[in-house]
């Protein structure tokens, strides 16, 4: 406890000279032939245990009282604010390398009472504001901004609730499930399971009949639901996080993120690490001009690091999805670190079916309900689309006081669905949009310098014409709307 200006006095019994003289005592003892000195010897000899005895328990008490005290004093100095930090690297015994939070090294004392086994590099520690002495280790978690999901906050998604994406489904679990409770079957054959997957694929896009208008909206694919499901499948730790959580106000705080996050896996495997939205730190290099462009890439050469850091044997695997994956970096997606690369794209027609199945298996419908119908119509939809015009339809049942859907709340589903897209601040950024896009009928690429034709003939584009035809007829008759004959007769005769 000197470290923390604890002074404590040891007194060590000497067990040395404590046997020597009990030897002479029996030698003594044994010389003697006087059976009457030899009791007499005895009986001083008893006399001075029991002294002893006493002395024993007096000092006993006492060290307990000082081991209370003591125990006090560092509850104090635990108790008052104390400055995180980071262990770097052990001296000795009784000393070490720590790192503040300021960005300062300190050579500081360790605290007699401490586990050295917890100590370990990287780990966070707790020192004393004044002497900066280590007085605490804190657990993995603290400090740290990553959650890990306990076993009672996984996700309770299965694979059958998850229509469609059955080449999806396979996948993800030989990429991903397979080598975490069946490693020895990689081993055997001989060949190293794959160490990331990349989830891809577009965001949702809808046409609809009942849009007279094209416009493009984000909406998920399944890529983020599949990943539940497999961390519902799966017994291993899992640990999400979105790529923007990386870029921090101060530089260096993204790169020690990365790490804590692979860290925390190696120390928890096997876990499965999930990172949202890669696009948002993985995005190709260049040149970079402003700072907050440098720790970007600095963080994605960390996350290079770390993924060719940790062996097979650690069993952490990495989920990546983006939805705008020609924009990663050439690293990233090189096999050795993102070995499967899994698209998602907008579900077929078989798909479809099976999504609307499995969304309405557990809803009430009417009789005359025909799922059918719906999945045949020609509209591109994405599974979010799909379960939000189910839930819409459900709504509307409760809005009229019902217990069962009807079709007749499919089709206002359906309406509002398409209705929604379409607010009117959106409509003057869509026209003066299809005005620009109808003038272009040359495209210049940015990357191949070809010039591409735009097909008269493309329904998206015979609409936008139409779309157009209708607005300059409307400008054209907007006068006579607005002034009508009689309106006009009137002021030429009043002047008159």
């Not at 901004?145 to 396979?170: C, F, H, N, R, T």
């Not at 190696?266 to 462009?293: H, L, M, V, W, Y």
Request: aromatic letters at 8%.
């Amino acid at each position: 406890m000197d470290e923390i200006g604890i002074e404590i006095t040891r007194n060590e019994p000497t067990f040395e000279s404590v046997v020597s003289e009990k030897a002479a005592f029996y030698h003594d003892l044994q010389e003697e032939e006087d059976l009457y000195l030899k009791y007499k010897k005895l009986a001083r000899h008893l006399e001075m245990l029991d002294i002893q005895e006493n002395y024993i328990k007096d000092e006993q008490a006492n060290l307990k009282r000082e081991l209370i005290r003591a125990q006090e004093e560092v509850k104090r100095i635990q108790s008052v604010p104390l400055v995180i930090g980071q262990f770097l690297e052990p001296i000795d015994q009784h000393t070490g390398i720590v790192g503040s939070t300021t960005g300062s090294n300190y050579v500081v004392r360790i605290l007699s009472t401490l586990d050295r086994e917890l100590l370990k590099p990287s780990s966070s520690v707790a020192l004393h504001r004044h002497s900066n002495a280590l007085v605490d280790i804190l657990p993995p978690e603290a400090d740290s901004s990553i959650a890990m999901l306990g076993k009672e906050e996984k996700p309770d998604v299965a694979y059958s609730d998850v229509g469609g994406m059955d080449a999806q489904k396979q996948e993800i679990r030989e990429a991903v499930e397979l080598p975490l409770t069946h490693f020895d079957l990689y081993k055997k054959i001989g060949i190293d399971p794959p160490r990331g997957v990349l989830l891809y694929g577009p965001p949702g896009m809808s046409l609809s009949q009942c849009m007279p208008l094209s416009y493009t909206f984000a909406l998920g694919t399944g890529k983020t639901m599949l990943v539940k499901a497999v961390a519902h499948h799966t017994t291993a730790a899992f640990i999400r996080v979105v790529g923007s959580e990386f870029v921090q106000k101060y530089l260096g705080e993204g790169p020690r993120m990365v790490r804590d996050v692979f860290r925390l896996a190696r120390e928890n495997s096997p876990a499965i690490i999930f990172i949202d939205e890669i696009d948002a730190i993985a995005t190709k290099r260049f040149d970079a001009q402003t700072g907050a462009d440098r720790e970007v890439q600095r963080i994605l050469l960390e996350l290079l690091n770390q993924m060719d850091g940790f062996d097979q044997t650690s069993n952490v695997k990495v989920i990546m999805a983006t939805n705008r994956a020609d924009t990663l970096d050439p690293a990233l997606l090189r096999p050795g670190r993102l070995d499967r690369k899994i698209e998602f794209p907008l579900p077929s027609r078989r798909e479809k079916r099976l999504i609307f199945q499995t969304v309405t298996n557990k809803m009430n419908l009417g009789p005359d309900v025909d799922l059918e119908d719906y999945v045949s119509r020609p509209d591109r939809l994405s599974s979010a689309e799909i379960a939000s015009i189910v839930q819409a339809a459900g709504l509307q049942a409760v809005r009229k006081n019902r217990y069962v859907i009807l079709p007749v709340d499919f089709e206002e589903a359906w309406k509002v669905s398409c209705l929604d897209l379409f607010s009117t601040s959106h409509v003057i950024f869509i026209k003066t949009q299809l005005f620009f896009t109808s003038q272009q009928t040359v495209k210049r690429s940015d990357e191949t310098h070809e010039f591409c034709e735009f097909s008269l003939w493309n329904p998206r584009m015979h609409l936008t014409m139409v779309t157009l035809f209708r607005s300059v007829v409307w400008l054209l008759l907007l006068p006579f709307i607005m002034f009508p004959p009689s309106a006009i007769q009137h002021i030429f005769s009043s002047h008159l």
